[in-house]
C-alpha cells in the first residue's frame, strides 16, 4: 500500500496552488487597465510601457517554483510578530493585499539567508521545499532554537546547488549563501569589487545585487539605468536569462567590445571594429599611460591668438587684445571641463570682453547683445582659430599615423621604441578606411569623454575583469562615475596579456579606489577532486592567491587520458557523455574547433558551437546539451560535464606560458559534476604527477 500522504506537505501544496491562482488573478488585473485613460498621447505610450513591464513581471512558469523556502517568525519580532512568511522570487498578495509569497529581496526576507543558531534574527524555524518540474515534493525544517537538522547542512539545499543543468545560467536565489547575501544587498552607494574562486558562485552575486538594487532603488535606478558588463557575447547569452527570471527587464547587458563600439558608431555609423592588434601593441595602447598622451594630444590644438579679436557692430569696431584672449583662454582651461564643453563656453567668454568695453565707453548692452556678438562670423571664425573643434576618431587616427605628433604628445611618457610600435606600419587616409581593433576603439572612447562628458549610470556590473586593460576599466568607469559598481573576477583567471595584475590597481583605474574587496573561496559549483586537480597551477600563475576549496560533499569524478587520435578520441567520450544528464561542454583549443566539430557531425551527434563556428551547425548555443567550447570562451560558463582536449594546445594558444596557464586553469574549473581530460601531447609540467586512473 502506498504511504499516506503527509498532512504538512498536503498543506503546502495547497499553498502553491492557491499562490499561483493569486499570480494569475494579479497578472489578470493588470491585462485589464486600460492605457486609453491617460490624459494625452506621452502619458499613454508611458502607462502602456508601465503595463507591459508590469505584465512581463508577473508571467508565471509552472516549471520554477513559486517559493524556496518559509520562515517562522517569534512573537516578539518587531515587525513580523509571529506570522510566517513563504519566501519567493517575486511577491504575490491575494485578494485583500496580504502578501502570500515575499519577494526574497525584502527585508523580512533577509533573515532566510544569513539567520543562524547563534543569530537567529528572530526566526523560529526555517523551512527549505523540493521541487520537481515546479511541483512541491518535499520540506525540510531547521529549527533554529535548536534540534531539527544540522546546522550548516540540508540535503535539500545541496541537491539544488548539484542538480543538473541544460540550457542558459539560472538564477540561485534559493541557495544564495550569507557570505553571498551580504555582497547582494551591498548599499547602492557602494562598490564592490569580488575575487571569487571558480564555482563560488560570483557570476551569480553580481547579477542578484543588480536585481536587488533594482528592487531596492527602483525609481532612482529605472531614470538612471544599470548596465552589465561581460567578456564575450556567448558569455551573455548564457547569462542573460538570469535577471529576466527575477522580473527584472530593465537592466542592459553588453560586451565591452560592444560598448566602444557604440561611440565609434555615434561618431559615423559607417565606423566599426574590424582590425586587430599584436598582443605587444594592444597591450601598450591599454596602458593606462595612454591617458595622459591622448589628454596633451587633445589640448594641444588650443593654440594662442595670432592678433586679437575685432568685431564690428553698427559704425563701431570693438577690439579685444590678444593678452585679453590668453587670459579668457587660461581661465577656460583652469576651469577642468571638458575640452568640447570649454569651446562651447568660448564665444560667451569673448562677447562678455566686448561687452565690457561697451560699457566702458558709456554704452547700456544687455544679455541679447552679449548673444548676438557671440553668433557673429567673427567671433565664430575667431574660436575656430583659437580653439578648433577636434573629432575624437580623427585626434586617434593622427596619432598612430603622425610620428611628430605622437612624438610631442607622448614626450616624456612613452619611450621612443614604444612610439614606434604605435605607428601603423600603412596609416589610414580617413577613419572611415581605417581598420580599427578593439584597443583603438578604446582609446577613441577616451578621446570622445575628453571632448565631451559621458554619461553615467546608476550602477555597473563589470564581469570577468581581470581580463580588462587599464583603458577598458577606464571606458567602464566612465558608465558609472556618478553611481556605483560590482566588479566581479578572479586574478587566477586572467587571461589576456594585459590583464590585471591586482585589485587595488584595477580600482584605481576604474576611478573607485575606495571600493571594498570581498573574497568568495568556497566552491560550491566545482567538485573537490576536480577543483584540487586545476589548484596545482595556482602557484605558477597566482602565487599570493588562496586555494579555493569545495565544501560539496561529493567529490565529483577525474580522468585524465593519453590518446593517439585526439579528434576520435573525443568523438567516442563526447557519444559516452550525451547520454548522461545534464549540459556537457567540450573545450578545445581554438584552432580544433573545426575539427572536433566535423566529427562530431560525422559521427551524427548534434551540437553547437560558441562564437564564429563553422558553417553549418544549426543548433543555439547552450540550447542542446553539448556545447563545443573554444578555449578563449570558456570564461565564466559551467557544464554538468566537460571534457577537456590537449591542455598544452591551450596553453600553447596564448601569447605567453603564464597565460596560456592561466587560459587552462579556467578551462579546467568548468565542470560541476565530472571532468574528462584527452591529451596526446604531454601534460603540462605544472600540473604535477598524472592523476591515478581507477
Known amino acids: 500500500m502506498p504511504a499516506p500522504a503527509d498532512p504538512e506537505l498536503t498543506r503546502e501544496q495547497d499553498h502553491l496552488r492557491a499562490s499561483r491562482s493569486a499570480l494569475t488573478r494579479m497578472h489578470d488585473r493588470t491585462a485589464s487597465l486600460d492605457a486609453a485613460a491617460a490624459g494625452d498621447w506621452v502619458s499613454r505610450q ?35 510578530r509571529g506570522e510566517s512568511f513563504y519566501i519567493g522570487r517575486r511577491h504575490v498578495s491575494d485578494e485583500v493585499g496580504d502578501p502570500m509569497v515575499v519577494d526574497w529581496r525584502a527585508r523580512i526576507s533577509r533573515a532566510f539567508y544569513r539567520a543562524s543558531r547563534t543569530e537567529p534574527m528572530g526566526v523560529l524555524l526555517r523551512r527549505r ?17 535548536g534540534g531539527g537538522t544540522v546546522e550548516g547542512y540540508s540535503s535539500i539545499l545541496e541537491a539544488e546547488i548539484e ?80 535577471l529576466p527570471a527575477l522580473g527584472e527587464i530593465e537592466a542592459q547587458q553588453t560586451t565591452i567590445e560592444e560598448l566602444v563600439a557604440r561611440t565609434l558608431a555615434r561618431l559615423n555609423p559607417t565606423w566599426t571594429i574590424r582590425g586587430q592588434d599584436k598582443p605587444l601593441v594592444a597591450t601598450l595602447k591599454g596602458d593606462a599611460r595612454l591617458a595622459a598622451v591622448l589628454h596633451r594630444a587633445l589640448w594641444s590644438h588650443v593654440g594662442a591668438p595670432a592678433e586679437g579679436l575685432v568685431v564690428p557692430r553698427g559704425s563701431r569696431r570693438w577690439r579685444l ?49 552679449q548673444d548676438a556678438v557671440a553668433r557673429t562670423r567673427e567671433v565664430k571664425r575667431y574660436v575656430d582659430q583659437v580653439w578648433p573643434a577636434v573629432d575624437p576618431a580623427r585626434l586617434v587616427l593622427r596619432l598612430l599615423s603622425d610620428p611628430e605628433f605622437l612624438a610631442t604628445s607622448a614626450e616624456d611618457v612613452l619611450a621612443p621604441d614604444e612610439q614606434q610600435a604605435l605607428l601603423w606600419a600603412k596609416p589610414a587616409k580617413a577613419p572611415g578606411s581605417a581598420r580599427w581593433s578593439l584597443a583603438d576603439a578604446v582609446l577613441i572612447d577616451e578621446a570622445r569623454d575628453l571632448v565631451e562628458r559621458t554619461s553615467s549610470l546608476g ?21 558609472c562615475s556618478t553611481g556605483s559598481a560590482t566588479v566581479l573576477g578572479d586574478l587566477a583567471q586572467a587571461t589576456t596579456p594585459w590583464a590585471t595584475r591586482s585589485w587595488d590597481e584595477a580600482l584605481r583605474h576604474l576611478g573607485k579606489p575606495d571600493a571594498h574587496v570581498e573574497q568568495l573561496t568556497k566552491g560550491f559549483r566545482v567538485p573537490g577532486e576536480v577543483i584540487e586537480y586545476a589548484a596545482r597551477l595556482l602557484p605558477t600563475i597566482a602565487p599570493g592567491l ?18 593517439d587520435d585526439p579528434v576520435a578520441a573525443t568523438v567516442s567520450a563526447a557519444r559516452s557523455l550525451a547520454v548522461r544528464i545534464g549540459s556537457v561542454g567540450l573545450i578545445v583549443p581554438d584552432l580544433r574547433v573545426a575539427a572536433v566539430s566535423a566529427g562530431l557531425s560525422a559521427a551524427g551527434l548534434r ?3 560558441l562564437g564564429d563556428g563553422p558553417a553549418g551547425i544549426e543548433a543555439e548555443e547552450f540550447e542542446v546539451p553539448l556545447d563545443v567550447v573554444p578555449a578563449s570562451l570558456a570564461n565564466g560558463l559551467e557544464f554538468d560535464h566537460v571534457l577537456l582536449l590537449e591542455p598544452e594546445g591551450i596553453v ?33 609540467l605544472e600540473l604535477g604527477a598524472p592523476v591515478p586512473t581507477a
Not at 505584465?55 to 513580523?80: C, I, N, W
Not at 568548468?670 to 581530460?677: D, G, I, K
Open 546 to 563: 588562496k586555494p579555493p576549496t569545495s565544501v560539496r560533499r561529493t567529490r565529483g569524478e577525474l580522468e585524465v587520458t593519453a590518446v
Open 321 to 369: 587684445a590678444s593678452y585679453e584672449v590668453d587670459e579668457i583662454v587660461a581661465e577656460l582651461r583652469a576651469r577642468g571641463v571638458r575640452y568640447g564643453a570649454a569651446r562651447a563656453m568660448l564665444p560667451q567668454r569673448l562677447a562678455h570682453g566686448i561687452l565690457v568695453k561697451m560699457e566702458l565707453d558709456g554704452d547700456s548692452p544687455d544679455d541679447r547683445v
Open 459 to 479: 550602477h555597473v556590473v563589470a564581469d570577468e575583469a581581470q581580463d580588462l586593460s587599464p583603458m577598458m576599466l577606464r571606458a567602464v568607469g566612465r558608465r
Open 652 to 684: 600553447a594558444g596564448e601569447a605567453d606560458r603564464v597565460t596560456g596557464l592561466r587560459r587552462l586553469y579556467v578551462c579546467l574549473t568548468r565542470a560541476v559534476t565530472s571532468l574528462v581530460v584527452l591529451h596526446s601531447k604531454p601534460l603540462p
Open 46 to 80: 508611458f502607462l502602456e510601457s508601465a503595463i507591459f513591464r508590469r505584465m512581463k513581471a508577473l508571467q508565471d512558469d509552472p516549471t520554477v517554483p513559486m517559493f524556496f523556502g518559509r520562515l517562522d517568525y517569534d512573537p516578539s519580532h518587531e515587525d513580523a
Open 129 to 145: 521545499f523540493g521541487f520537481q518540474h515546479g511541483e512541491l515534493t518535499a520540506y525540510e525544517d531547521e529549527d533554529l532554537l
Open 163 to 242: 542538480r543538473p543543468r541544460v540550457g542558459p545560467m539560472r538564477d540561485i536565489v534559493a541557495t544564495i549563501q550569507p557570505e553571498q547575501d551580504v555582497i547582494v544587498r551591498s548599499d547602492l552607494d557602494e562598490s564592490v569589487c569580488v575575487q571569487g574562486a571558480p564555482g563560488t558562485g560570483k557570476t551569480a552575486v553580481g547579477l542578484h545585487r543588480a536585481a536587488y538594487l533594482l528592487y531596492a532603488h527602483r525609481d532612482q535606478l529605472s531614470r538612471q539605468g544599470v548596465l552589465v558588463v561581460g567578456p564575450n557575447a556567448s558569455f551573455l547569452r548564457y547569462i542573460g536569462d538570469v
Open 607 to 609: 551540437h553547437a558551437v
